[in-house]
């Protein structure tokens, strides 16, 4: 997370540096209450596994098709300029949208789980 933070640097903290952790915290809260709350979880582990080798075969067939990849990434990578360009714009001179910061803090919270759960679940 201190990439973001850092590349973030020259704008003010309460309205582009704060809402980031606030959107991590917000996702990591409501995921775990889902998870503790819902008894559907355990139910739904089957399911779970045979969305994750679908996605993990798409995921495959993107990194040998080119073009696969390009046509499938290409909305992502166009809401990703987009919210770029709506930072750009609005810079450290100009009133600073804390939208970008606070998606960016719930990307962050929905993608950085899976990287240390082995690691905790081995110890």
Request: charged residues 10%; without cysteine.
């Amino acid at each position: 997370m201190l990439p973001f933070v850092f590349t973030r640097a020259d704008r003010p903290f309460v309205r582009s540096g704060l809402p980031m952790p606030i959107g991590l915290a917000v996702t990591f809260a409501v995921v775990a209450t889902l998870a503790a709350v819902a008894g559907w979880v355990v139910a739904a582990n089957q399911y779970g596994r045979a969305i994750a080798i679908t996605l993990f075969a798409a995921f495959g067939l993107t990194l040998v098709l080119p073009g696969l990849a390009e046509s499938t990434m290409r909305p992502l990578v166009g809401l990703g300029a987009k919210l770029s360009d709506e930072t750009q714009q609005s810079g450290p001179t100009h009133g600073t949208s804390v939208v970008p910061s606070v998606l960016l803090g719930i990307a962050t919270g929905l993608l950085w789980p899976p990287v240390p759960v082995p690691y905790l679940a081995s110890s």
